[in-house]
């Protein structure tokens, strides 16, 4: 299993530029997340997923947009991108089950680190 | 929401020595992670430990759940442990969705 995947690496977008950061896993889990890291912080959720078709908003929403048509994927969509989103974007999964001994366990993927001048 | 202390938050250590850190949360919890964001930034599960004791290699880990508070042991630590070390708790209630702490950065000197 490739586990969590997320491109691109690296992305400079201009301010009102817009950007979609792609995730996939392949784990079959049900739930997916998206957080954010700015500098010398620890990280904080933007949306996530309980399923296929299922959304909801985290801590830090503003000025993003999800949807997760597939169990696969769970696209992270920036619109209108401003300074304050420069920051490294790790997305999640988990199982979700209610079963087997790690099933709340959540796993990350390399993160996507993005600048917007 | 649930709140998430770690302590403490810088950590010099020379080669060899060993380390406790420390994770405080404001309630009870059903998921708790630790967490090694190495120097390129990627996150390492270390531990999936809601509740007892759990060991790997030279790290390990306790959670005393009904004091709500969680221990990361590094023994004979190496160059390679350094980075940052993040705590994340979840509450069933939230959907199990993780809440950081602020991190405890760890440098070893060789």
């Known amino acids: 299993n490739a586990g969590v995947t997320q491109t691109p690496k690296f992305r400079i977008l201009k301010i009102g530029q817009s950007m979609t950061l792609q995730c996939t896993q392949d784990?079959?889990?049900?739930?997916m997340y998206w957080y954010r890291q700015d500098p010398g912080m620890g990280l904080k959720l933007i949306y996530y997923s309980v399923g296929a078709g299922i959304t909801d908003k985290g801590e830090v929403p503003n000025g993003y947009n999800v949807s997760r048509s597939t169990t696969e994927d769970f696209p992270l969509r920036l619109e209108l991108a401003a300074p304050s989103q420069t920051s490294v974007y790790f997305c999640?999964?988990?199982?979700?089950?209610?079963?087997?001994?790690?099933?709340?366990?959540?796993?990350f993927g390399p993160g996507t680190r993005l600048t917007v001048l | 929401g649930i709140q998430v202390e770690q302590s403490p938050p810088d950590l010099i250590l020379q080669e060899g020595a060993n380390s406790t850190l420390r994770c405080n949360f404001s309630d009870s919890v059903n998921n708790l992670q630790w967490f090694h964001q190495n120097p390129w930034g990627q996150l390492i599960n270390l531990f999936y430990i809601p509740s007892g004791t759990k060991q790997n290699g030279r790290l390990s880990a306790t959670t005393v759940a009904t004091e709500r508070y969680s221990l990361l042991y590094i023994s004979s630590s190496q160059t390679t442990d350094s980075g940052v070390y993040f705590c994340?708790?979840?509450?069933?209630?939230?959907?199990?969705?993780?809440?950081f702490g602020g991190g405890t950065r760890v440098l070893v000197k060789p």
């Open positions: 999640a999964s988990r199982y979700g089950g209610t079963s087997g001994s790690s099933y709340n366990e959540q796993f």
């Open positions: 994340a708790v979840g509450i069933k209630a939230a959907g199990n969705k993780l809440t």
């Open positions: 784990m079959n889990h049900n739930y």
